[in-house]
Structure formats: C-alpha cells, structure tokens
Nanobody, 130 residues
Framework: QVQLVESGGGSVQPGGSLRLSCAAS????????MGWFRQGPGNEREEVAA?????????????EYADSVKGRFTISQNNAKDMLYLEMNDVKPEDTAMYYC??????????????????WGQGTQVTVSS
C-alpha cells in the first residue's frame, strides 16, 4: 500500500524560500509518476510540478512545471528514492495554498486529469505573507 506524508510547510515572507518534503513508502519509484499539487483559497487544485513518463517501457522520464512556478520551484528526488522534494524560491503571496504530494502508476499520459493520480498525502500548508 502506497503512503505519502508531506512536511515542511509553514509561513514565509514574499521573496523567501521553503522546501517541502514527501516521504513515500510502499512503491517502486521507477514505476510511479510523482507530483506536487496545490489548492489555494477559492481555487481549484492544480498541478505544480511532476516527474513523469508517458512511456510504457518507463525508460524516458521528464519533469514539468506549471507556468506560474517555472524558474522558481524545483522538484527532485533523493538518491535513495524514498523522498520527493519541492524547493520553493522567490515565493509570492499567490503561492499560498495547501500543497499535496501524489503518485500515479506509470505511464501517466493522462496525468492532467488529476483523477488518475491514485494516492495523495494529507497536505502541508504554505502561507506567503508579509
């Protein structure tokens, strides 16, 4: 059974940095797409970043970002491949949201539907304000 647990959220001033972590268990990382999502006040949940493959053989992997975070956020995994990270730099008030880690068994060509992501963490709150 896949389990995801996020941590690292908190309050930060505009222009500051924060690193979110997602501890993953019960999955083989080479078989799963991993993503970060967020839902801000009054907004729909959106994909922030993902490590994914559309390849049935799971040999070609890519990284994608929402336009709103490109150049500021970085998604990564550790070498042991049991932690997923989201490095958030130059944060803005509009980054305020609950952030969720999610997994989907690869390949993930329909990941934009969000309904295909089958395991979600409980979320960690990020608040950006001065």
């Amino acid at each position: 059974q896949v389990q995801l647990v996020e941590s690292g959220g908190g309050s930060v001033q505009p222009g500051g940095s924060l690193r979110l972590s997602c501890a993953a268990s019960g999955l083989t990382w080479s078989s799963y797409c991993m993503g970060w999502f967020r839902q801000g006040p009054g907004n729909e949940r959106e994909e922030v970043a993902a490590i994914y493959t559309d390849d049935v053989s799971r040999t070609n992997w890519g990284i994608e970002y929402a336009d709103s975070v490109k150049g500021r956020f970085t998604i990564s995994q550790n070498n042991a491949k049991d932690m997923l990270y989201l490095e958030m730099n130059d944060v803005k008030p509009e980054d305020t949201a609950m952030y969720y880690c999610a997994s989907e068994k690869a390949p993930c060509p329909l990941r934009y539907l969000q309904s295909t992501w089958d395991t979600w963490g409980q979320g960690t709150q990020v608040t950006v304000s001065s």
